[in-house]
């Protein structure tokens, strides 16, 4: 099984402070991607990475930058949290063939 | 703009009755792959179809491709309650050389003992 561990599980911050959460695989894989999910609407890709280094847009990231500096470590910054950023958020990696993808067990983001 | 329609949204029916879950797009994908979700938890991968109609079958649970990897079932015999929780299916498509997968909103499905 890949090993995919998020920081923190629970989270509450207070509007316009900055929040960074952790994705961490113990694998090489080279793609990895964040999600949120909110009712009504699925899981909503926010940014993905093809590499260190190598990050790109999914449609919904106004609001959201991330980082890989390593292979193993991909951050999620919200800037400045604000209200509507209240979510859970998904880190997964892409194992490849049938093994689709394995997702984190999520982080819920309460900003008050 | 979801690409990735769900149906139904919501579905409750007693154990050991049948079930079909349907998701349904106007984009075609290079892949499908379904997804159960527990409270709590990410998605986990059930299957994933690649070719145009084919057919998967895990014990109980039958997933189609449609012909034109648009659209895809997922079919549950004799339902359990096990079989309760959010299923989530997901189309892989290439951006510009990149994996992107994009999902359904979801059917939630409540299995009554």
């Known amino acids: 099984d890949a090993g995919i561990t998020q920081s923190p599980r629970h989270k509450v911050t207070e509007t316009g402070t900055p929040v960074t959460l952790r994705c961490h695989q113990t694998?090489?894989?080279?793609?990895m991607y964040w999600y949120r999910q909110d009712p009504g609407h699925g899981l909503r890709l926010i940014h993905y990475?093809?590499?260190?280094?190598?990050?790109d847009k999914g449609e919904v990231s106004d609001g959201y930058s991330v980082s890989r500096s390593k292979t193993e470590d991909f951050l999620l910054t919200l800037e400045s949290a604000t209200s509507s950023q209240t979510s859970v958020y998904f880190c997964?990696?892409?194992?490849?063939?049938?093994?689709?993808?394995?997702f984190g067990s999520g982080t819920r983001l309460t900003v008050v | 703009t979801q690409l990735l329609e769900q149906s139904p949204q919501f579905l409750s029916i007693q154990e050991g009755e049948n079930l079909t879950v349907y998701c349904n797009s106007s984009?075609?994908?290079?892949?499908l792959q379904w997804y159960r979700q527990e409270p709590g938890e990410g998605p986990v991968l059930l299957v994933t179809?690649?070719?145009?109609?084919e057919v998967k079958k895990l014990k109980r649970l039958t997933f189609q491709f449609g012909d034109a990897r648009k659209d895809s079932s997922l079919h549950i015999t004799a339902a359990q309650p096990g079989d309760t929780g959010l299923y989530l299916c997901?189309?892989?498509?290439?951006?510009?050389?990149?994996?992107?997968?994009?999902f359904g909103t979801g059917t939630r499905l409540t299995i009554i003992p």
């Open positions: 997964a990696i892409r194992t490849g063939g049938d093994y689709g993808y394995t």
């Open positions: 694998e090489n894989h080279r793609y």
């Open positions: 990475s093809y590499g260190v280094k190598d990050t």
């Open positions: 984009s075609v994908f290079s892949s």
């Open positions: 179809v690649v070719t145009g109609g």
């Open positions: 997901a189309g892989d498509k290439q951006d510009f050389g990149n994996e992107k997968l994009t």
